[in-house]
């Protein structure tokens, strides 16, 4: 089309856009530009005026009123961009501050503007306020051709894209893109007169419309593109309307040449341009979007997604309730192990622990049954030295009465009747022995075999405590590299500890028993000492009282001796020692060092007050001073030595000074055999004994037990030997100790009881029997009778009460045996050691063993200084009846230091009322001294007093009557 001057800009629109319109909404690419020289009135072309708006609006318009027409069925989206070409740069309009943007190109081959403003509607006002906004935005300077020269290529792009609005799967999207161009005007510097920078903006122009040109002449030749190649890459303008120019779209180019003749070289290359433009025939096809087949393949895409979602989601709340209901959150594991680690640990600290106290309670059980095996194994001694004893008692007896008859006959009758009378004696010998003794010689075999067990069990639990002591040793190795917590450690490390103290305590309470054992030995003996003092003192001072009555001659030694005698005797020295002894001994009872230094200091002051430390010699000092470290020194010298033990100075007080312990080591035993009359013969066997019982006591296995048994067999009698030991003599150490005690509390009472007690007990009877046995030791003695004896003679059981047992048959045997070891599980039971023992475990309340309160009573009391008055009456007999106290006698002769001469005195216990004085039946008594109890004048000592408490108290009519035999009286 050409128009002139008075062509309109609707007729220009109509005539060469309008119909671009329908195409583009339909999908195909269309492309309207305006080339010309400048201000040829492309810009009013164009964009027009507000009265005569040009091509840009008209076709906008006519777009969206095509969108509106077909609206109804179809939905369109408009969007529009708007850049210009400004000396090969590309700006964009609507968004100019977005600098400058850059041409690429697709993989299918458009051209791209990454960063550009689309800017989307569907409404023409805001389109043309859009293109407004955006004209205000380009360049435009004005030059001499034309005032409002633009200075760059003015580029707008309206997409449209259109799709059916019923929804269906299948779904086509239109896309239609409308290019309308602006070119800058081609124009001479002579025309233009530019300079500088409109110049170059010119020159930059001028070289993009050349290319431009260039590739409409390419295109517009014979075979166009695919004979010539089209330089698309000189310039942006081409690059940017490659596709407009030779590609998929509709173009229109309207050339602007101006009606003067000036620019006729200008209107003639325009035309030429535009007629080689005219000749460019391009493809157009419209821009389809299969949508629906990707659609739908998104849609099953979806689905699937979807389904696979579904199928996850379901899988992680299952999980999700797994979890809640038995899976626990890592929190709650990790306070699981922790938990888990701890119980563990406390399980297996729990485990160690319990394994560690029930090591240490075994041991401690073992102990305690070692301890009660031990003492059943006294007990069972006990029992077997006693039947031993009445046996031995009743085979002297024999012996001793065959010979008394032996002798008495062959005094009074002649040679004639010797055959008769030995025949008589043999049937005197021959008489069946007693019940007892065949009692004791059943007994004697269940003892030994008891014996024999208990042994065997005391060396198999000797053998476990040895294993679990090495059990618990290795467990004490073990625990700390076991257990790792240190509190834990500690806790063993304390129960360890205790038990060593359990252990070390149960130690210290032995030594403590044993060196109570030791006071009360010691206690006795000096008791017995002291009354052997007594007796003593008497009897020299009625020597002297003949002495000086008949005015007897003396030598001068003997003055001497007697001087010194009566001046310590008036001191009182020995009283002092005595009771500086007895405060020792209550105070170590006490188990206080501090009381036994109060003590001392009190005994001290109280020696050195009576006396006068001045008035004493260096060797009462000596003595002294000795005294305050150990008990009272009990001297014992030889027979020969005897008076010399009332020398202060003798080697006895040496010996003592140099001994510091309390053993009864610093006793000197007789270096002789005991004489028979003399009254300290008793005291010293004692002492002799008493030693032995130390020794016992000190670990000494010593046999001091030699009985002769004729009836035994040579292996069981080695077999008593050896197992019997001196047990007898530990056993009757204890009892003795607590008769002696009975004793103290007897005296007290004896004013008032004499000898008013209940019954003999089978026990006070053996000890009876072993009194008798201990002071007859001699098978030869035929004058001796024992209380077996008498006990055994129908006459005297009918005068005394029935003191033993008399089992029938064997089996009454055995169920007397039964009943025996009956008995000592009781004495088990009182054991005093058990006792102690008990208060070593941990578990047992602490409380003072009834040993202790016994002991703690001090029995010394008839020691004083303020009763020797009362003794000295008294010691007459006591010194006859020392040696048959029971308990005493037990101590100190055992059986096996016996096969000597033996003492003349006996014991007879009649059933006499105590208030008769009477004569033993020579007939019964076989010559032998009696003791009898002698009520009457001073002379006649009241025995009662004498009587060891033990006997009185149980043996309530016995009369005890004091006899001498002729030598004694004669010696005396
Ligand atoms: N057909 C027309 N009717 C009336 N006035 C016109 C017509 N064409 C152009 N003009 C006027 O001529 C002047 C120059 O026109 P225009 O700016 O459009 O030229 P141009 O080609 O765009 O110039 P340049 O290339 O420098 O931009 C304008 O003032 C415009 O109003």
């Not at 529009?80 to 190109?105: Q, W």
């Not at 109570?516 to 000096?526: A, G, P, R, S, T």
């Not at 003349?904 to 009898?932: D, F, H, M």
Request: charged share 25%; net charge positive; hydrophobic share 30%.
């Amino acid at each position: 089309m050409v128009f002139d001057q008075g062509a309109t800009q609707e007729e220009v629109y109509v005539s060469t856009t309008k119909k671009l319109v329908e195409g583009v909404i339909s999908g195909y690419n269309a492309t309207v530009f305006a080339y010309g020289p400048t201000g040829a009135g492309k810009t009013y072309t164009m964009l027009g005026m507000d009265c005569e708006p040009g091509i840009y609006i008209q076709t906008l318009n006519d777009l969206f009123k095509a969108i509106e027409s077909t609206s109804d069925n179809m939905d369109y989206t408009v969007s529009m961009s708007y850049l210009e070409i400004y000396n090969e740069v590309i700006r964009d309009l609507l968004n100019p501050s977005s600098g400058f943007l850059d041409l690429r190109e697709d993989s299918r081959g458009n051209i791209q503007i990454p960063g550009i403003t689309e800017f989307s509607t569907n409404n023409a006002r805001e389109i043309m306020q859009l293109l407004t906004k955006g004209n205000k935005q380009r360049t435009q300077e004005p030059t001499a051709a034309n005032k409002a020269s633009s200075r760059s290529h003015a580029v707008l792009q309206v997409t449209v894209k259109q799709k059916s609005r019923v929804k269906n799967v299948i779904e086509e999207v239109r896309v239609g893109r409308l290019f309308m161009i602006d070119l800058a005007g081609s124009e001479r510097a002579s025309q233009t007169q530019n300079r500088g920078k409109r110049m170059k903006e010119g020159a930059h122009i001028n070289r993009s419309l050349l290319a431009l040109g260039n590739c409409i002449t390419a295109l517009s030749e014979k075979g166009g593109s695919r004979a010539h190649y089209v330089n698309f890459r000189d310039s942006k303008l081409t690059r940017l309307l490659k596709d407009s120019l030779g590609g998929n779209s509709r173009t229109v180019m309207i050339a602007h040449i101006s009606p003067a003749s000036t620019y006729f070289e200008e209107s003639r290359t325009t035309l030429i341009y535009a007629y080689r433009a005219k000749n460019i025939k391009t493809r157009v096809k419209q821009n389809l979007l299969n949508v629906s087949y990707h659609i739908a393949q998104y849609t099953s895409i979806i689905g699937e997604l979807r389904k696979e979602i579904e199928r996850l989601k379901g899988k992680v709340e299952q999980q999700e309730k797994e979890k809640k209901t038995n899976r626990p959150d890592i929190r709650n594991i990790q306070a699981e192990v922790q938990q888990d680690s701890q119980a563990y640990s406390r399980q297996e600290m729990n485990k160690l622990r319990d394994q560690l106290m029930s090591a240490f309670k075994e041991q401690m059980e073992m102990r305690h049954s070692l301890m009660e095996l031990e003492n059943t194994n006294i007990e069972l001694h006990i029992d077997t030295s006693r039947h031993l004893l009445i046996i031995a008692d009743w085979e002297r007896e024999k012996a001793q009465r065959a010979q008394k008859c032996h002798e008495d006959r062959t005094n009074e009758k002649g040679e004639e009747d010797m055959e008769a009378d030995r025949g008589m004696e043999e049937e005197d010998v021959d008489s069946p022995e007693p019940h007892e003794v065949a009692v004791a010689r059943e007994e004697i075999n269940m003892l030994l075999a008891e014996q024999r067990k208990t042994a065997t069990q005391k060396s198999e639990l000797e053998q476990r405590l040895a294993n679990t002591k090495l059990k618990a040793s290795q467990m004490e190795e073990m625990l700390p590299k076991q257990i790792s917590d240190e509190d834990q450690r500690e806790v063993l490390r304390l129960l360890c500890k205790v038990h060593e103290l359990e252990v070390g305590n149960t130690e210290l309470q032995a030594r403590a028993l044993y060196k109570e054992n030791l006071l009360c030995q010691k206690d006795f003996v000096i008791q017995r000492y002291q009354q052997h003092r007594l007796l003593c003192e008497e009897i020299i001072k009625q020597q002297r009282t003949l002495i000086d009555d008949h005015n007897i001659p003396v030598p001068e030694q003997l003055s001497k001796f007697y001087r010194l005698y009566f001046r310590e005797l008036e001191e009182g020295t020995l009283n002092r020692l005595l009771h500086l002894h007895s405060v020792m001994s209550s105070t170590l009872r006490d188990g206080s060092v501090l009381n036994a230094a109060q003590q001392l200091k009190l005994a001290d002051s109280m020696l050195w007050s009576d006396t006068g430390a001045n008035r004493r010699s260096p060797n009462q000092r000596g003595l002294y001073s000795q005294a305050k470290m150990e008990l009272p020194p009990i001297i014992f010298e030889s027979d020969s030595d005897s008076n010399k033990a009332s020398s202060k100075s003798t080697p006895a007080l040496m010996q003592i000074k140099q001994d510091s312990n309390l053993s009864p080591t610093t006793f000197h035993l007789p270096s002789s055999p005991p004489h028979q009359n003399h009254p300290d013969i008793a005291l010293k066997e004692m002492m002799h004994s008493l030693h032995s019982v130390t020794l016992v006591n000190s670990g000494s296995r010593q046999s001091n037990v030699h009985s002769p048994v004729p009836y035994l067999s040579p292996k069981a009698l080695e077999e008593i030997a050896v197992s019997t030991k001196s047990i007898a003599l530990i056993a009757a150490q204890r009892r003795s100790r607590a008769q002696i005690l009975e004793s103290s509390h007897g005296l007290e009472r004896e004013k008032g009881d004499s000898l008013t007690s209940e019954h003999f007990l089978e026990e006070d009877v053996m000890e009876s029997k072993y009194v008798q046995s201990s002071f007859t030791p001699d098978p030869k003695m035929k004058g001796a009778v024992s209380l077996e004896s008498l006990l055994a003679d129908p006459q005297k059981k009918a005068g005394v009460r029935k003191i033993l047992l008399q089992p029938k048959s064997r089996q009454e045997l055995k169920e007397r045996f039964r009943e025996k070891s009956l008995e000592r599980k009781a004495r088990k039971k009182r054991s005093h050691s058990f006792e102690a023992l008990s208060q070593a475990f941990p578990k047992t309340k602490p409380q003072n063993s009834p040993r202790r309160k016994l002991n703690s009573v001090p029995d010394h009391r008839q020691l004083l200084p303020g009763q020797n008055s009362k003794f000295f009456l008294r010691s007459k007999v006591i010194s006859n009846l020392s040696h048959s106290t029971p308990a005493a006698t037990k101590l100190k002769f055992p059986v096996s230091h016996h096969e000597g001469e033996a003492p003349l005195q006996v014991l007879e216990i009649t059933s006499t009322p105590p208030s008769t004085v009477q004569q033993s039946n020579a007939s019964q008594n076989r010559g032998q001294t009696l003791y009898k109890q002698v009520k009457g004048p001073a002379e006649s000592v009241n025995n009662s007093s004498l009587i060891h408490p033990g006997i009185r108290k149980k043996r309530p009519s016995i009369s005890i009557q004091s006899q001498t035999k002729p030598e004694n009286r004669k010696r005396k």
